[in-house]
């Protein structure tokens, strides 16, 4: 996509919530002109570092509000299909998912939505290096070429400088956007987003 409009993209690939805006995002995006920077974090360093915890180990009455309420009304509002559980295989490593969305480029935006819909709609398992394969595929990619591409030292500096900058620019959650330096936390500030590139907020 041409034009000089972008919107950082600061998310994990297990993230109920980029995953319930990641078609919206999409829609902003494309009417705006601009394009997503894809940049997956490792989650757990990046929460830790705001002092905050992942959502497991909250109480029961957050994390029964949390999946039993927020995600599946949030499901209803954007249209899209959500497990109604804390998916099988959440706790799983994020590099190999993260890395291959890294190693997409500019081919990212299909993958990214493929891996996300598959874990909260289907409770596939995102460090299984078959199913993400599958999923590139699915999406029109070489899926092997992704997953070595994925495993490669220059892919995993990527994830840990992605990692880095989100800690130092005060990211604290998954997905977290940026307009021109301005951050956005949730996919519930996405219509912001949308203003943001036709407006800038004032400082």
Do not use: C
């Not at 990641?22 to 705006?32: G, V, Y």
């Not at 500096?157 to 604290?172: L, M, P, Q, W, Y």
Request: hydrophobic letters at 45%; a negative charge; glycine letters at 8%.
């Amino acid at each position: 996509m041409s034009g000089d409009k972008t919107i950082e993209y600061f998310y994990a690939a297990h993230s109920a919530f980029a995953y319930l805006g990641a078609w919206e995002l999409q829609r902003i995006a494309d009417e705006a002109g601009a394009r997503i920077v894809h940049r997956p974090y490792e989650f757990a360093p990046v929460l830790a570092a705001a002092g905050s915890t992942v959502i497991g180990t909250r109480s029961k009455a957050h994390v029964h509000y949390f999946f039993g309420r927020e995600l599946v009304r949030w499901a209803e509002w954007r249209n899209l299909p959500m497990l109604r559980h804390r998916p099988t295989y959440h706790d799983n490593a994020l590099s190999l998912a993260n890395g291959m969305i890294i190693a997409a480029g500019d081919q990212a935006d299909a993958l990214s939505r493929a891996i996300l819909q598959a874990h909260w709609r289907d409770d596939a398992d995102h460090a299984d290096g078959a199913t993400l394969v599958r999923l590139a595929g699915e999406v029109g990619l070489d899926g092997a070429a992704l997953l070595q591409a994925a495993q490669s030292d220059a892919v995993k500096a990527k994830h840990a400088a992605n990692t880095d900058e989100a800690i130092r620019r005060s990211v604290f959650g998954s997905p977290t956007y940026f307009v021109d330096g301005d951050m956005f936390y949730g996919q519930d500030r996405l219509m912001m987003v949308e203003r943001a590139l036709a407006r800038p907020f004032a400082p």
